[in-house]
C-alpha cells in the first residue's frame, strides 16, 4: 500500500483577521490537493499567527489563543471534507480544565477530528507559556494504515516512538517548531535515529518566518523532511523529500508501506525484530 504525503513548511507573518490566516493555510491546501496528497502535515504551533492580530492595538496572549479553538476547528474540518484529505493542522493551544496544552489535530475527510496531546513539553514551554503535558499515546487508524502523530520534543524521547510502533503505527507524523539550528536539528537528527530504531516513516515539518510582535514566536529556523529507514530499499541517507530550509514551501512524496514490512523481515539490518526483549521493555507485547 502506497499514500502520498505533504508536509507544509509554514510562513509564519503578521497578520490582522482570521480570515488572513484560512487564506494563507488554503493556499497550502490547495497546492498538496492539485499534487494529489492524502495526507497533509502542519507545523507546531502555527496557529500563534492568530497572536499578532491586534487587539486594542496590542497582540493577543497565549492565553487568547484557544479562543479560536472553534473556528480553526470549522475551517480544517471544512478543508478536509472538500478535498478528501486528512489534514494534521499542526498543533494549536486549547485550554482545559483552566490549563493549556498543545495539541495536533487530525482531520478525517468525513469529518471526524482526533486529537494527540504533547507529551513531553519544552522548559519554554511551561515557564514562558505555563502549558501542560499530555497524559496518553494515540495510534489513529485510516484507510491508509495506522498512524501516530508526536510533537517536536515528543520526537526525542525513543520509548515513545517504540510505543507507537508496537501499536502498528507505520508513519510517525512530527509537526514541530524550532527557533535556531541547534533546536532544529536536534529534531531532525531523532526522527532520522527514530525512523532507523523503528523502521518506520517520519514525516516531520517546522514553521519558518517571524511574528515580529508575538514573544518567543520571533525566529523560526525550519525545514520539511520525509525520512525513512537506511536500507537498500530507501533512498540513500533515508531521505525520501526534504524542503529548501527557511522557504515558504511544501514538499510532496509517495510512501511505500509495503518495503517496510519487507525490511524488517529482511533487510540489511533488521532493528524491530532484533531488539533484545529480554533485557528492556518489550512494548508490543505490553500493549
Not at 494534521?88 to 485550554?95: D, F, L, N, P, Q
Not at 524521547?157 to 524550532?178: H, L, N, Q, W, Y
Not at 525520501?240 to 539490518?269: C, F, P, Q, W, Y
Request: glycine share 6%; aromatic share 10%; with cysteine.
Amino acid at each position: 500500500m502506497k499514500l502520498r504525503v505533504s508536509a507544509v513548511q509554514y510562513k509564519l507573518h503578521d497578520i490582522a483577521s482570521f480570515a488572513e490566516f484560512a487564506h494563507q493555510c488554503g493556499h497550502y491546501i490547495k497546492n498538496a490537493q492539485e499534487y494529489g496528497a492524502e495526507f497533509v502535515l502542519f507545523p507546531e504551533f502555527f496557529t500563534t499567527q492568530l497572536l499578532s492580530i491586534k487587539k486594542d492595538g496590542k497582540p493577543l496572549t497565549i492565553n487568547e489563543l484557544p479562543d479560536f479553538t472553534d473556528q480553526y476547528k470549522e475551517l480544517f474540518t471544512t478543508f478536509a471534507k472538500e478535498t478528501n484529505i486528512h489534514i494534521i493542522a499542526g498543533t494549536h493551544v486549547i485550554s482545559k480544565d483552566g490549563k493549556l496544552y498543545n495539541v495536533a489535530h487530525l482531520f478525517y475527510p468525513d469529518g471526524r477530528i482526533e486529537e494527540q496531546a504533547k507529551l513531553h513539553i519544552t522548559p519554554t514551554e511551561v515557564e514562558e507559556w505555563n502549558m501542560h503535558a499530555g497524559d496518553y499515546l494515540q495510534t489513529f487508524d485510516t484507510d491508509k494504515g495506522k498512524i501516530a502523530i508526536l510533537t517536536c520534543y515528543d520526537i526525542e524521547f525513543p520509548e515513545i516512538v517504540r510505543m507507537a510502533k508496537a501499536e502498528g503505527a507505520d508513519v510517525i507524523f512530527c509537526p514541530s517548531c524550532t527557533d535556531d539550528r541547534h533546536g532544529f536539528h536536534r529534531v531532525r537528527y531523532t526522527s532520522h535515529a527514530r525512523a532507523i530504531e523503528n523502521q518506520v516513516y517520519v514525516v516531520l515539518t517546522g514553521t519558518v518566518g517571524s511574528l515580529t510582535n508575538v514573544d518567543f514566536m520571533r525566529a523560526n529556523f525550519g525545514q520539511a523532511a520525509i525520512i525513512t529507514p537506511n536500507d537498500i530499499p530507501f533512498p540513500p541517507k533515508g531521505l525520501m523529500a526534504e524542503g529548501e530550509i527557511n522557504a515558504d514551501m511544501l514538499i510532496t512524496a509517495d510512501l511505500d508501506l509495503t518495503l517496510l514490512h519487507e525490511v524488517r523481515e529482511k533487510g540489511s539490518v533488521t532493528t524491530w525484530r532484533d531488539r533484545r526483549t529480554d533485557l528492556y521493555v518489550d512494548w508490543e507485547k505490553s500493549e
